[in-house]
């Protein structure tokens, strides 16, 4: 199974734009399952509610609708976080499109420092989709922090966990190695680069998207500030073993009656 | 607060000699807490059911009074493992020694490989002791793999969790500094080196004791071969401040409603 991140600077609010480099990145891509940062359309720091609802969109829009044109288009799985409006509400919704079609969706469950007074926080469980006999878990960003996440995905049989994310904080990227680890899972991160000044705030993004196996091992990492696209063949069954060693199995060794 | 730990390589079976060493690295030392290896007096490797039941001992065996002995000469609280004869079963018990008295007692959880053949799974809760104020909570070398072990400490309010191993798998280490940035609390792993070989088997331990803070910063770490005793001031009530962010609580920013 061949995946991959695109690691790229979206520039804030021109979600034509960005869309456009999306998929000229990936024109002549061949790859099964292609993860792209967290809002890879709209950017991130938006000044206010209001400039965030205008450029947030509804179920079906034009991002929801770029999606599944490029993952019909190139017969591969595309994950991205697009600003998803909701009536009043606005989620930072997660979504798999495949064969033209948003097949799983999910909505960041942990809001990130200002992402609290701009969100809603998510509603919708952790959960698995079944891509062509693969089992696919998404979580955003900020999530990584609370080991339960990719637990949850993990319980749920999540071979790989995908993992949009706007990056600013520097322990990610060594913490998903231990969510791995701990989980048996592959994860593909895939982080943004560059800096963007805004409502008097200035976020430089860190980058360093990888893609990590289901023993911590550190298939490929991008650096910190360029763009870059890589695809890597991974096979997903070695997700099944939860073996860390010949007794220890990393689920039902588990003692839930001592747990929180 | 001044915390170290002891890494050393107790020789397999010789019990008074591995405690008279320990008291000799100790004799000098002014600290509040020591954290010694997992099962620091015996050793680790054990032949047999019937030998390990012949090295272990009955609360109040020999080692938990050289403990009690050590803790009140010193005027520190020391925490190590034993194994520790409770009828038919044995556990690998946990206990802290505080002022010549066990003040706290845990029993490993989650047994690592042939453990599962040898001792019987702890039975006790996930706790935190109150030590002059300070909240101290264990765990055992291998719960290092599953999150729960750690969260169910933090969630009872610890700020400083004892770690005594007998690693050797290589992945500890680094997996604890996510351990501590996702609770916010300091972690004093103590592990042990050298090298054991009995009943066919071979096991080399990997050294890198290590103190880590609650951002995840390596306060200290011995290397993988040498006997190392450390002491570092640290500060428990930075563990009380969970505020990743300036809007993001560590803790409170759970939603467990989503959580398996």
């Given at each position: 199974?061949?995946?991959?991140?695109l690691q790229f600077g979206p520039v804030f609010g021109e979600k034509q734009a960005n869309r456009d480099r999306v998929a000229g990145f990936l024109s002549d891509v061949?790859?099964?399952?292609?993860?792209?940062?967290?809002?890879?359309?709209?950017?991130?720091?938006?000044?206010?509610?209001?400039?965030?609802?205008?450029?947030?969109?509804?179920?079906?829009?034009?991002?929801?609708?770029?999606?599944?044109?490029?993952?019909?288009?190139?017969?591969?799985?595309?994950?991205?976080?697009?600003?998803?409006?909701?009536?009043?509400?606005?989620?930072?919704?997660?979504?798999?499109?495949s064969g033209g079609d948003i097949k799983a969706r999910y909505r960041k469950v942990h809001l990130f420092d200002r992402e609290k007074e701009l969100f809603t926080p998510?509603?919708?469980?952790?959960?698995?989709?079944?891509?062509?006999?693969?089992?696919?878990?998404?979580?955003?960003?900020?999530?990584?922090?609370?080991?339960?996440?990719?637990?949850?995905?993990?319980?749920?049989?999540?071979?790989?966990?995908?993992?949009?994310?706007?990056?600013?904080?520097?322990?990610?990227?060594?913490?998903?190695?231990?969510?791995?680890?701990?989980?048996?899972?592959?994860?593909?991160?895939?982080?943004?680069?560059?800096?963007?000044?805004?409502?008097?705030?200035?976020?430089?993004?860190?980058?360093?998207?990888?893609?990590?196996?289901?023993?911590?091992?550190?298939?490929?990492?991008?650096?910190?500030?360029?763009?870059?696209?890589?695809?890597?063949?991974?096979?997903?069954?070695?997700?099944?073993?939860?073996?860390?060693?010949?007794?220890?199995?990393?689920?039902?060794?588990?003692?839930?009656?001592?747990?929180?």
């Amino acid at each position: 199974m061949r995946v991959g991140y695109l690691q790229f600077g979206p520039v804030f609010g021109e979600k034509q734009a960005n869309r456009d480099r999306v998929a000229g990145f990936l024109s002549d891509v061949k790859a099964d399952l292609i993860v792209l940062p967290e809002f890879f359309a709209s950017g991130y720091v938006f000044e206010s509610r209001e400039e965030l609802m205008e450029l947030a969109e509804e179920d079906g829009g034009e991002s929801f609708a770029f999606l599944n044109d490029l993952s019909r288009r190139m017969g591969a799985a595309i994950v991205g976080s697009i600003a998803e409006r909701v009536g009043d509400d606005c989620y930072n919704t997660c979504v798999l499109s495949s064969g033209g079609d948003i097949k799983a969706r999910y909505r960041k469950v942990h809001l990130f420092d200002r992402e609290k007074e701009l969100f809603t926080p998510g509603d919708l469980p952790f959960d698995v989709y079944d891509l062509r006999g693969v089992k696919v878990g998404m979580m955003v960003c900020f999530d990584w922090v609370f080991p339960e996440a990719m637990r949850a995905l993990a319980l749920k049989g999540a071979q790989i966990v995908c993992h949009p994310s706007n990056l600013v904080l520097p322990f990610c990227p060594r913490a998903m190695i231990t969510r791995c680890i701990e989980n048996g899972v592959y994860a593909i991160t895939t982080n943004r680069v560059g800096t963007e000044a805004r409502a008097g705030i200035e976020l430089t993004f860190i980058g360093m998207s990888q893609v990590i196996g289901p023993r911590g091992e550190v298939l490929m990492r991008a650096n910190e500030v360029e763009e870059d696209l890589r695809i890597i063949d991974i096979n997903p069954a070695l997700a099944d073993d939860k073996m860390i060693t010949q007794r220890n199995h990393l689920i039902d060794d588990r003692r839930p009656e001592f747990y929180p």
